[in-house]
């Protein structure tokens, strides 16, 4: 599994770690940002395919910011997805 750490942007999460596997979404962490949402939107986001979850979370904003956390979880994985985003390790 390819696992990546994605520093956020416009939101009160500051950072989002995931793993990808064969094209399937795990281990998602916020750091920071409304707990109980942000670790609900990371139990929902297990185990989907990461363009469903792009699909679905993109173009979320929150109080006009132009953003989201859910958002920034779709813009993260579109960077891993595109080569954009360096997995760690």
Do not use: W
């Given at each position: 599994?390819?696992?990546y750490v994605?520093?956020t942007?416009?939101t009160?999460?500051?950072?989002i770690a ?5 094209n ?5 962490q916020f ?5 109980g ?7 929902l ?6 363009d469903?979850?792009?699909a679905?979370l993109s ?12 958002a920034?979880?779709?813009t993260?994985l579109?960077k891993a997805k595109?080569?954009?985003l360096?997995?760690?390790?």
């Amino acid at each position: 599994m390819k696992k990546y750490v994605y520093q956020t942007r416009g939101t009160c999460a500051r950072q989002i770690a995931f793993g990808i596997e064969e094209n399937i979404l795990h281990d998602v962490q916020f750091v920071f940002g409304c707990s109980g949402n942000t670790q609900g939107v990371a139990r929902l986001a297990e185990g989907m395919e990461v363009d469903k979850v792009i699909a679905l979370l993109s173009n979320i904003d929150c109080n006009g910011r132009g953003t989201s956390c859910p958002a920034q979880l779709a813009t993260a994985l579109k960077k891993a997805k595109n080569g954009e985003l360096t997995p760690i390790e």
